[in-house]
């Protein structure tokens, strides 16, 4: 499914479509809270780390699924990758090849079994905070310093899959993006669960050095916070002279590819976009196209391997 989201969940605060949408999101959460009482969890021997949101999507999980995995690593901990099966997020899923091995499944609890059959000792799941059907070890709910949680409404009327106050049953939360709005996010979190641990990243570029500083550049993504990559590539001094959103997951067209071209033409730039979308990209100019690759940056990194260890 490629989601464009409505322009006013991420409003400060509710509008007279949100109100609109409130009973459904209450029938919703009514249905998801007998669901999620009377599901029996399944409880394995390797342990899991759920890396999960409640706002939907453009958190940073895949970031700090990454992250996590390496911090393993090199600590010779035989850990590995856990999605749930979507057609629509073959980019994502790519990624997570390239960084270490892959289990992918329909049911998220068949991927982590078959881990465990060839002897993984940990399954980090990039999604399913949601998926009550498993009793993870290490839970870590993410949200975007700049969305943070939009009008704070549950799906349809506003982006959260849960109530923010659900937060009280957790125990860490990442805030991931540019470093923005970080005190007035954390009271927001410490009034719900004073006793959470509240752990940060910030996005950093690791190929900077591809690019000059003096190009101009026509930047586009279909990733879940368009706006959070545009805010990276111009806090790393690069010239964006102007930005194309397209809906996460987004599968591009030739005929997309060739507008931005065209575009990019007409104001005399460079093409950029992020290493999701650009793996996505299937054109006979792909190599038209710049990506910016970045990482996560976790700044308290020696309080999170703590946790994880």
Same mark, same amino acid.
């Given at each position: 499914?490629?989601?464009?989201?409505?322009?006013?969940?991420?409003?400060?605060?509710?509008?007279?479509?949100?109100?609109?949408?409130?009973?459904?999101?209450?029938?919703?959460?009514?249905? !998801?809270?007998?669901?999620?009482? %009377?599901?029996?969890?399944?409880?394995?021997?390797?342990?899991?780390?759920? $890396?999960?949101?409640?706002?939907?999507?453009?958190?940073?999980?895949?970031?700090?699924?990454?992250?996590?995995?390496?911090?393993?690593? !090199?600590?010779?901990?035989?850990?590995? %990758?856990?999605?749930?099966?979507?057609?629509?997020?073959?980019?994502?899923?790519?990624?997570?090849?390239?960084? /270490?091995?892959?289990?992918?499944?329909?049911?998220?609890?068949?991927?982590?079994?078959?881990?465990?059959?060839?002897?993984?000792?940990?399954?980090?799941?990039?999604?399913?905070? !949601?998926?009550?059907?498993?009793?993870? +070890?290490?839970?870590? $709910?993410?949200?975007?310093?700049?969305?943070?949680?939009?009008?704070?409404?549950?799906?349809?009327?506003?982006?959260?899959?849960?109530?923010?106050?659900?937060?009280?049953?957790?125990?860490?939360?990442?805030? &991931?993006?540019?470093?923005? &709005?970080?005190?007035?996010?954390?009271?927001?979190?410490?009034?719900?669960?004073?006793?959470?641990?509240?752990?940060?990243?910030?996005?950093?570029?690791?190929?900077?050095?591809? *690019?000059?500083? +003096?190009?101009?550049?026509?930047?586009?993504? /279909?990733?879940?916070?368009? &706006?959070? %990559? $545009?805010?990276?590539?111009?806090?790393?001094?690069?010239?964006?002279?102007?930005?194309?959103? *397209?809906?996460?997951?987004?599968?591009?067209?030739?005929?997309?590819?060739? #507008?931005?071209? +065209?575009?990019?033409?007409?104001?005399?730039?460079?093409?950029?976009?992020?290493? #999701? +979308?650009?793996?996505?990209?299937?054109?006979?100019?792909?190599?038209?196209?710049?990506?910016?690759?970045?990482?996560?940056?976790?700044?308290?990194?020696?309080?999170?391997?703590?946790?994880?260890?």
């Amino acid at each position: 499914m490629n989601l464009k989201k409505p322009k006013f969940w991420d409003y400060k605060k509710p509008n007279i479509v949100a109100y609109i949408l409130t009973p459904i999101a209450l029938l919703i959460n009514i249905f !998801q809270f007998l669901n999620f009482k %009377f599901k029996n969890k399944n409880k394995l021997k390797i342990k899991t780390i759920c $890396v999960g949101n409640f706002y939907l999507g453009g958190t940073g999980k895949t970031s700090l699924s990454i992250k996590i995995n390496k911090i393993l690593k !090199q600590r010779q901990i035989r850990a590995c %990758f856990v999605k749930k099966k979507y057609e629509d997020q073959i980019d994502e899923q790519n990624i997570l090849k390239n960084e /270490g091995n892959l289990f992918v499944n329909y049911k998220r609890i068949d991927a982590i079994s078959q881990a465990e059959k060839e002897n993984f000792e940990v399954a980090i799941c990039d999604d399913g905070l !949601q998926d009550k059907s498993i009793d993870y +070890d290490l839970k870590f $709910v993410c949200f975007n310093t700049l969305n943070w949680v939009g009008n704070g409404l549950t799906l349809p009327a506003g982006p959260l899959r849960e109530k923010l106050n659900n937060l009280s049953q957790y125990e860490h939360v990442f805030l &991931n993006g540019n470093l923005e &709005n970080i005190e007035e996010i954390s009271n927001e979190i410490n009034k719900i669960n004073p006793k959470i641990n509240i752990h940060l990243g910030k996005y950093e570029p690791i190929n900077l050095n591809e *690019f000059k500083s +003096d190009d101009k550049y026509l930047i586009f993504s /279909g990733i879940g916070n368009h &706006n959070t %990559f $545009v805010k990276m590539v111009k806090n790393y001094g690069l010239n964006v002279l102007a930005d194309i959103e *397209f809906p996460d997951h987004y599968k591009y067209s030739e005929n997309d590819m060739n #507008k931005i071209m +065209d575009n990019a033409n007409k104001l005399n730039c460079e093409i950029l976009t992020t290493e #999701k +979308d650009f793996v996505r990209i299937d054109h006979p100019n792909k190599n038209k196209f710049k990506f910016l690759k970045s990482e996560l940056k976790i700044i308290d990194e020696e309080k999170l391997i703590k946790y994880l260890l």
